[in-house]
């Protein structure tokens, strides 16, 4: 019996931040079929000779100009149908950046590249959509039990800015003082003798600023995820 040819490829999940803004993720307008002309996560297929790892940077480079040297793996995609010219097995990789430190330049498979945001998205080529929300879902969780999302910030940050990162990230409210409390209750946050005054009225708030030799000697201790899905208990 004939063994079934099927083409590898590579798609990447780039979620941006930007401070105050929505959180949103790198795409590329297709230049050819199928699905000419329609926005698509940055991907292709695995070159002979070439690691999938090597794979996903280079397609992320030559269609978008992004170099990113370090993307997580997501999950493999290998549904029959997901391409209508072939059998096509994708594995995905994702990526939480600041989109404001790339300059994007759309080159190779795509005629455009740009930043969307994941509440006002086109429609998706192939089976993008369930890989943007696995990509989505799997930040919502590490979230939960790591503490990413500090390098999307200034190095020193206010209380109100660390939780607007969070609240985008997990799109939901947080409650203020409990998210605070615990997670200065953790030991991975300098506070700092220095203050910010934010737009508008109000006292300046303190500034603080994430201590990564803590949380790695502190690492089996923290629980991220009571904060996440803490509730007020006076609000109970």
């Known amino acids: 019996m004939p063994q079934p040819h099927i083409l590898l490829a590579v798609d990447a999940v780039v979620l941006g931040y930007n401070p105050g803004r929505e959180c949103s993720v790198l795409l590329i307008r297709r230049?050819?079929?199928?699905?000419?002309?329609?926005?698509?996560?940055?991907?292709?297929?695995?070159?002979?000779?070439?690691?999938?790892?090597?794979?996903?940077?280079?397609?992320?480079?030559e269609e978008t100009g992004v170099h990113i040297h370090y993307l997580e793996q997501l999950f493999t995609f290998g549904n029959p149908d997901r391409?209508?010219?072939?059998?096509?097995?994708s594995i995905a990789y994702f990526a939480l950046v600041k989109p404001s430190a790339f300059q994007v330049q759309a080159a190779s498979d795509?005629?455009?590249?740009?930043?969307f945001s994941i509440k006002h998205l086109p429609?998706?080529?192939?089976?993008?959509?369930?890989?943007?929300?696995?990509?989505?879902?799997?930040?919502?969780?590490?979230?939960?039990?790591?503490?990413?999302?500090?390098?999307?910030?200034?190095?020193k940050f206010t209380f109100v800015e660390?939780?607007?990162?969070?609240?985008?990230?997990?799109?939901?409210?947080?409650?203020?003082?409990?998210?605070?409390?615990?997670?200065?209750?953790?030991?991975?946050l300098e506070e700092l003798e220095e203050h910010r005054k934010h737009q508008g009225s109000g006292r300046p708030a303190k500034l603080y600023r994430f201590n990564p030799e803590q949380y790695a000697r502190e690492k089996?201790?923290?629980?991220?995820?009571?904060?996440?899905?803490?509730?007020?208990?006076?609000?109970?």
């Open 162 to 188: 660390l939780q607007h990162l969070y609240e985008t990230l997990l799109d939901r409210k947080i409650d203020r003082r409990n998210f605070q409390k615990k997670l200065l209750s953790l030991g991975i």
């Open 31 to 61: 230049k050819y079929p199928p699905f000419q002309g329609q926005w698509a996560l940055p991907g292709g297929f695995v070159e002979e000779g070439e690691s999938i790892e090597v794979a996903v940077e280079r397609e992320l480079a």
């Open 123 to 155: 429609p998706l080529a192939f089976d993008h959509a369930d890989i943007l929300d696995k990509g989505l879902e799997r930040v919502r969780n590490k979230i939960t039990y790591e503490p990413i999302g500090f390098e999307l910030l200034e190095e």
């Open 220 to 236: 089996e201790k923290v629980i991220m995820y009571e904060i996440w899905n803490m509730k007020d208990k006076e609000e109970q």
């Open 110 to 115: 795509a005629s455009e590249a740009a930043w």
């Open 83 to 89: 391409d209508p010219r072939r059998r096509v097995v």
